[in-house]
């Protein structure tokens, strides 16, 4: 959809439960020697500014990685090296940031395919899609000088069946639509059952918002029902339900062959960023996993 932006949302609560699990997921699908493809269905600008004016409209990282930010611990931890009580998961997450915004002020929200970028090895192949021309550009841009790396203005869900499977038969693939179209549910659907089709050991991300419509309410049951092996879905709530119906309550992280450790290290990750991204005591994080 041609209307969405990200940078409106960029670094907000949902975009911090979706690099911490990415970052998480691909660090340990990386520790092994040989080649991992990474693909992302709707890959955005690559980074934001967050002094611009969409960042700025909303304010939303402010809630997220802005929150985290001015933290005492989180400070300690990227200033004087001392972890604390914070998970490694959610420490991988703001050491990347930090390398954007390398003098400690935050300037700077990175996108899914630039944390990518940062765990991959230089020849591992990564397939970017994006379907906004100003975003497309900006990401073209950035990926102009990375080897092994396509970005393609496309449709994600229609485009994804081509790049799978990888050569390698080894790929993780991060689907991240806006899901400002209630079509988009279905079509999540229809791209995810068909990739499956054609790569089914691929570790697959696939981030969904937790809102009051009937849509967001189900599509955790019927990727559930989509999955032929093991899967984690993990939910972060972080503001209660509006009177008016709208507005974002959380987001969930669904994976489809999730790498060993992924559960565990959300178990931990999880319920520390419930407590400290969590508004008017709404805060709580919740996790189920299926092994076969």
Avoid: C
């Avoid at 407590?275 to 299926?290: I, N, S, W």
């Amino acid at each position: 959809m041609l209307a969405y932006r990200h940078a409106f949302h960029a670094g907000n609560p949902a975009d911090v439960l979706k690099h911490v699990v990415l970052l998480r997921a691909l660090h340990l699908l990386a520790a092994k020697p040989k080649a991992l493809s990474y693909v992302d269905t709707h890959a955005g600008a690559g980074s934001y500014q967050l002094a611009e004016r969409m960042s700025q409209r909303l304010g939303e990282y402010m809630e997220g990685v802005g929150s985290l930010w001015q933290r005492e611990d989180v400070q300690h931890a990227l200033v004087d090296g001392s972890p604390g009580k914070l998970p490694e998961a959610v420490l991988d997450y703001l050491r990347a940031v930090l390398g954007l915004n390398p003098d400690g002020a935050l300037r700077v929200a990175p996108g899914s395919p630039l944390l990518a970028a940062g765990v991959l090895r230089a020849d591992d192949p990564m397939r970017l899609f994006e379907l906004h021309p100003a975003d497309f550009r900006a990401l073209q841009s950035t990926f102009a000088r990375r080897r092994q790396t396509t970005v393609r203005q496309a449709d994600g869900f229609a485009e994804l069946k081509s790049v799978l499977p990888p050569p390698s038969r080894r790929g993780l693939v991060l689907i991240d639509p806006s899901y400002e179209l209630d079509a988009d549910y279905t079509r999540l659907l229809v791209a995810l059952r068909d990739a499956l089709e054609r790569f089914a050991t691929g570790v697959y991300l696939v981030w969904y918002p937790l809102l009051q419509s009937l849509e967001s309410q189900r599509i955790s049951k019927r990727l559930r029902a989509l999955a032929p092996g093991a899967w984690m879905d993990a939910q972060l709530w972080t503001a209660p339900a509006r009177a008016d119906g709208y507005g974002l309550m959380g987001s969930g992280m669904f994976v489809l062959n999730p790498p060993f450790g992924l559960p565990q290290a959300l178990r931990e990750a999880g319920p520390w960023l419930a407590k400290a991204l969590g508004r008017d005591g709404a805060g709580r994080f919740v996790q189920d996993a299926h092994t076969p």
